[in-house]
């Protein structure tokens, strides 16, 4: 039996959680699916600049499931620009940071600081 999957932990949701090319007829083409987290993977690393470490530690996982997440999460941008399809952000496994910092919807969250490694 595998192991039951770690909820990664999100600062805040997206905006905009849907987004396709102008003009074209929303049920032209099935549209990609992007998490929550791994659009959390995109802000942090590609928006925010840090590294897979401390995307990691900012969302309570391991190094090495960061790196799957943002794979896949560029993979689907990649399809999003490249074939035009509509790309919804949504779901996934992942809870809103509980401690509700000031800077949390901005990216400045700082409640994992003091922490230790995440574990996966």
């Not at 401390?54 to 941008?77: F, G, P, W």
């Not at 003091?114 to 574990?119: L, M, N, T, Y």
Request: with cysteine.
């Amino acid at each position: 039996m595998p192991r039951p999957r770690k909820c990664r932990r999100v600062c805040a949701l997206p905006e905009t959680v849907s987004f396709g090319p102008v003009g074209a007829c929303p049920s032209e083409q099935e549209p990609l699916i992007m998490s929550v987290e791994e659009f959390e993977t995109i802000r942090l690393i590609d928006h925010m600049g840090m590294d897979q470490a401390e995307c990691a530690q900012r969302m309570s996982i391991a190094r090495t499931t960061v790196q799957r997440i943002y794979n896949d999460a560029r993979y689907k941008l990649a399809e999003f620009l490249v074939s035009g399809r509509p790309l919804t952000i949504g779901g996934g496994d992942f809870k809103l940071c509980e401690h509700r910092c000031a800077g949390c919807a901005r990216g400045q969250c700082r409640c994992r600081e003091d922490e230790g490694a995440p574990e996966e």
